[in-house]
């Protein structure tokens, strides 16, 4: 399930100003195929898809904590008084969204394995690594597999 989570990167530049909302809906639209294309059952997959479009919330929800992280940061390092206890704070706070959304995923990917059966989840895992392989390059290839293990 590595695949969703890297459509959230940052060189995706042109679709994070102004089309943001095209981007995510194209997103949810292509998962949405491939959980319609490997999951047989209709009941199943509604429910595969309803997880799939919180995972996309949370990345969502993630990234734009994160841009203000950056934002914030970026206006601090401008204050020549700053304070690195200030930076720290800031620092801090990245961190911690960053563990609360990464367990967020997490919980949603075993929700998700809990509804497919094992030929499922390795079809649509591998249909996934190669949605994602999309934005991460040929890296993605190699890096994926142990993610998508049930």
């Given amino acids: 399930m590595t695949g969703l989570t890297g459509c959230s990167s940052h060189h995706h530049g042109s679709y994070g100003h102004g089309k943001g909302d095209y981007y995510w809906s194209k997103a949810s639209q292509d998962v949405s195929g491939l959980v319609e294309k490997h999951v047989k059952n209709p009941e ?52 911690n969204n960053r563990m609360r959304s990464s367990a967020r995923m997490l919980s949603l990917r075993f929700k998700m394995k809990s509804l497919l059966t094992a030929e499922e989840w390795s079809a649509l895992s591998e249909e996934l690594k190669r949605y994602g392989s999309r934005y991460y390059g040929k890296g993605a ?9 049930p």
């Fill in 141 to 149: 290839e190699a890096a994926a597999p142990a993610a998508a293990q």
């Fill in 44 to 95: 199943t997959a509604k429910q595969v898809n309803a997880v799939m479009g919180e995972m996309i919330t949370e990345i969502k929800s993630a990234r734009e904590q994160h841009r203000q992280s950056h934002r914030a940061l970026y206006e601090l390092n401008a204050n020549y008084a700053a304070t690195p206890e200030e930076f720290t704070k800031i620092l801090d706070e990245l961190n």
